[in-house]
């Protein structure tokens, strides 16, 4: 059965220290990897995708089949990068798209 | 600019009570979720379709229904709302593969008392 692991419930970090947000998965098909984001009191929104292999408000994240990873990564976080993240798996092997979310991590930056 | 309407922001319902939450999307999608989010838990699927008159359990289907009579519009139906169904809804859309990811409602916050 598919799954996806974020171990971290909260990351807080200093502005302008780098943050990393980590995401494990397993899935026996081939993975297509998200990263959603929730600001305070806003609908949750696509941050981006690891099959457009974008950077997007800073953030950067690579898939890494062998380790299962698809960790989320920005070199220095800013006080709007507050929110809740999820990582979330498409399940390709569906002939529609069905997503797996992982539990999330609130990251907190303080100034 | 908003493109996943869910019906209601807030609600509150009596334990007992059979509860509608209504969604519509104006993007064309061929799929719509439901999904409830709790702390801790993430989002976990409840019912979804990928056409019309379609429908497919999810994860927690336990306790819903949903109906889908028109492309744009995605009902989720509490047959007998009970307390442990207090949660957040939300609603989302994809086009039938998915692979530009999800466009999500804003979210129903339903309290049972």
């Known amino acids: 059965a598919q799954r996806v692991t974020q171990p971290e419930k909260l990351l807080s970090v200093f502005k302008g220290a780098p943050v990393e947000l980590k995401c494990n998965y397993s899935?026996?098909?081939?993975?297509?990897l998200f990263w959603y984001v929730q600001y305070s009191r806003q609908r949750l929104q696509l941050l981006l995708r690891?099959?457009s292999r974008e950077s997007i408000k800073g953030f950067t994240a690579d898939l890494n089949k062998g380790e299962t990873s698809f960790h989320l990564k920005k070199p220095f976080a800013q006080e709007e990068d507050s929110a809740m993240y999820y990582c979330?798996?498409?399940?390709?092997?569906?002939?529609?798209?069905?997503?797996?979310f992982g539990a999330g991590t609130q990251v907190v930056v303080t100034p | 600019d908003v493109k996943v309407t869910q019906s209601s922001r807030y609600l509150v319902k009596r334990t007992g009570e059979k509860v509608f939450l209504e969604c519509v999307q104006d993007?064309?999608?061929?799929?719509m979720f439901w999904y409830r989010q709790d702390p801790g838990l993430g989002l976990r699927l409840i019912y979804f379709?990928?056409?019309?008159?379609?429908?497919e359990k999810g994860d927690i289907p336990e306790g819903y229904s949903v109906s889908r009579e028109k492309k744009e519009r995605f009902s989720l139906i509490l047959e007998s709302a009970s307390t442990n169904q207090t949660s957040m809804y939300l609603c989302?859309?994809?086009?039938?593969?998915?692979?530009?990811?999800?466009?999500f409602g804003s979210g129903t916050r339903l309290t049972v008392v």
């Open positions: 989302a859309s994809s086009y039938l593969r998915g692979n530009y990811g999800y466009t």
């Open positions: 899935y026996s098909g081939s993975p297509e």
């Open positions: 690891h099959i």
């Open positions: 979330a798996l498409s399940v390709t092997t569906d002939s529609w798209g069905k997503f797996q």
């Open positions: 993007m064309d999608h061929e799929n």
């Open positions: 379709s990928y056409d019309v008159k379609m429908k």
